[in-house]
């Protein structure tokens, strides 16, 4: 993954709907993170998926974690905890305690009853920042028809830090996804 040393939360800011966030960066530049690999790439149970059908194709889009990605993001929650308990001042106009941070906090990995661990993303459907996808080969290709049917390299921007009353967490987008096809090939043949 990343050199959590080098990154750096901006103050908080308010969008023009209202909502307050912290701007990431590592270096003065975005953040990139690639999720998953060749040799292990992820899946979705439920592809991208919005409850609000007026988000203008703007969607939830949960992968599960393998062994080395759920590592790397209990470590960027550790990491997260830490650098707030260093900068809640600066942050929220205020100290919080591990106890306060502890209970606000939105871990980047999601654990949610007998599921596998999973991340959740954020991902455009439409619109100028839409997807884009590639083949395993890297040429373009159109979004799959059946997302859960296939496997995925995933490139996000880790943009910023969401803040909504007590509670906070990670946004992660998805802006380019390697699409891998699982073969459909009959097994009574």
């Known amino acids: 993954m990343a050199n959590f040393q080098a990154f750096h939360l901006a103050d908080q800011q308010v969008n023009a709907r209202g909502a307050k966030f912290c701007s990431l960066s590592a270096e003065g530049e975005r953040v990139y993170l690639t999720l998953g690999s060749k040799q292990s790439p992820l899946y979705t149970q439920w592809g991208p998926s919005s409850f609000d059908q007026s988000s203008g194709g703007r969607c939830n889009f949960d992968f599960v974690c393998d062994e080395e990605l759920g590592k790397n993001l209990r470590a960027l929650d550790e990491w997260t905890k830490d650098y707030i308990e260093k900068h809640s001042q600066r942050i929220f106009g205020k100290a919080l305690t591990k106890d306060q941070i502890a209970d606000g906090y939105r871990p980047a990995l999601v654990q949610r009853g007998s599921y596998p661990p999973s991340i959740r993303c954020k991902v455009n459907m439409t619109g100028q920042r ?27 921007n880790l943009s910023h830090l969401w803040l909504m009353s007590r509670e906070f967490g990670w946004v992660f987008n998805v802006e380019h996804v390697q699409v891998f096809e699982n073969s459909k090939v009959c097994p009574f043949v």
């Open 130 to 156: 839409q997807v884009k996808c590639w083949t395993q080969d890297g040429a373009p290709r159109d979004a799959p028809e059946d997302w859960k049917a296939c496997t995925y390299v995933v490139r996000v």
